[in-house]
Nanobody
Framework: QVQVVESGGGLVQAGGSLRLSCVAS????????MGWYLQAPGKQRELVAT???????NYADSVKGRFTISRDNDKDTVYLQMNSLKPEDTGVYYC???????????????WGQGTQVTVSS
């Protein structure tokens, strides 16, 4: 089975920075694209950033120039460096990864439990 575990959330003042980490684990699993989604209070979960196993990245317009996604393939870990944080960045950040055990399988999306980020004004 696959486990996806996030860490690094917390409370920060506007203009501050946080770094989120997410580790994917599963015996004999390979992991493909990884990414982060934000569920703000009262809103649906939305894309923040994704990164492929080859390092190609995609960002929501609202975070471009402020957030940076990166990954360590040897550790099956993805990071989200968040700078110049704004109150509207507040919410639960969920990590996702695509994983599969066998090369003939399709990729399955796995989600973490989420980590709370609160940005005070």
């Amino acid at each position: 089975q696959v486990q996806v575990v996030e860490s690094g959330g917390g409370l920060v003042q506007a203009g501050g920075s946080l770094r989120l980490s997410c580790v994917a684990s599963g015996s004999s699993f390979d992991f493909n694209a990884m990414g982060w989604y934000l569920q703000a209070p009262g809103k649906q979960r939305e894309l923040v950033a994704t990164i492929t196993s080859g390092g190609s990245t995609n960002y929501a317009d609202s975070v471009k120039g402020r957030f940076t996604i990166s990954r360590d393939n040897d550790k099956d870990t993805v990071y989200l460096q968040m700078n110049s944080l704004k109150p509207e960045d507040t919410g639960v950040y969920y990590c996702l990864t695509e994983g599969r055990r066998w090369s003939w399988q399709q990729w399955t999306v796995y989600w973490g439990q989420g980590t709370q980020v609160t940005v005070s004004s």
